[in-house]
C-alpha cells in the first residue's frame, strides 16, 4: 500500500516565535514492506506531535506507536511487534529565512502560504528506523532445525544435538577438550 500524504497547515497557529500547537492522530496505514518482508498494522500508526516555533524554524517532537504483524524470523510463525519511538524534525516555513544554506538537508521545507507540511513521510521513516533487527514471535524462540525443519517451539528433534561427520566443521569438535 502507497503512504498517503498528511498535510498539516502550520500558518497562522504557528506565526509568532515561542507558539506551539500539538497534534495527535493516526496515519493510516495498512502495511509496508520493508525489504522482503511485509508488516500488516492493525491500526496504523499513532502519534502525537508538539511543533513549536522557534524564530528560526518549526520544531516538531513527538512520539509514535504501531503494532505490526509478520512472521518470525527463527520459525516463520506469526509475530506481532509493538513499535514505538520518538521523532524529531525542523521544519522551515520558508527556504529564503535560513542563511546556512549547506544545512538545509537537516530541514523540512513547509510550502505554500499556509505553511503546509505533509508529516507522513517524517512518521513513517521514525517507524522504520525504529523496527527491531530480527521480528521474533516470542523472545526465546527456539526456531525451526536446520537439518529436520522441525518446528523447535512445538516438537523436540533427535538432530538437534547430533553432530553431522559429513559436515565440513564437524573437525572442530576435536579442538574442544572434553569436560
Known amino acids: 500500500m502507497e503512504l498517503e500524504p498528511y498535510f498539516y497547515k502550520l500558518l497562522p497557529a504557528l506565526a509568532d516565535t515561542?507558539?506551539?500547537?500539538?497534534l495527535e492522530d493516526c496515519l493510516k496505514l495498512e502495511s509496508f514492506e520493508k525489504g522482503a518482508r511485509c508488516f500488516v498494522l492493525?491500526?496504523?500508526?499513532?502519534?502525537?506531535?508538539v511543533f513549536t516555533n522557534t524564530g528560526d524554524a518549526v520544531l516538531a517532537t513527538g512520539s509514535f506507536e504501531a503494532i505490526a504483524k509478520t512472521e518470525c524470523d527463527r520459525c516463520l510463525d506469526p509475530a506481532s511487534l509493538d513499535i514505538a519511538?520518538?521523532?524529531?524534525?525542523?521544519?522551515?516555513?520558508?527556504e529564503d529565512s535560513f542563511e546556512e544554506k549547506d544545512a538545509l538537508d537537516d530541514y523540512l521545507?513547509?510550502?505554500?502560504?499556509?505553511?503546509?507540511?505533509?508529516?507522513?513521510?517524517?512518521?513513517?521513516?521514525?517507524?522504520?528506523?525504529?523496527?527491531?533487527p530480527l521480528a521474533l514471535c516470542k523472545e526465546d524462540c527456539a526456531g525451526i532445525c536446520p537439518t529436520c525443519g522441525a518446528q523447535?517451539?512445538?516438537?523436540?528433534?533427535?538432530?538437534?544435538?547430533?553432530?553431522?561427520?559429513?559436515?565440513?566443521?564437524?573437525?572442530l569438535k576435536n579442538l574442544m577438550p572434553n569436560e
Open 18 to 22: 515561542g507558539s506551539f500547537v500539538e
Open 42 to 49: 492493525e491500526n496504523g500508526i499513532s502519534f502525537r506531535l
Open 85 to 94: 519511538g520518538e521523532l524529531e524534525a525542523f521544519i522551515l516555513l520558508e
Open 109 to 132: 521545507l513547509a510550502e505554500g502560504p499556509e505553511g503546509c507540511i505533509d508529516i507522513a513521510p517524517l512518521v513513517f521513516s521514525a517507524l522504520i528506523l525504529a523496527l527491531p
Open 152 to 171: 523447535l517451539n512445538k516438537e523436540a528433534c533427535a538432530c538437534a544435538g547430533a553432530v553431522d561427520e559429513n559436515h565440513p566443521f564437524a573437525a
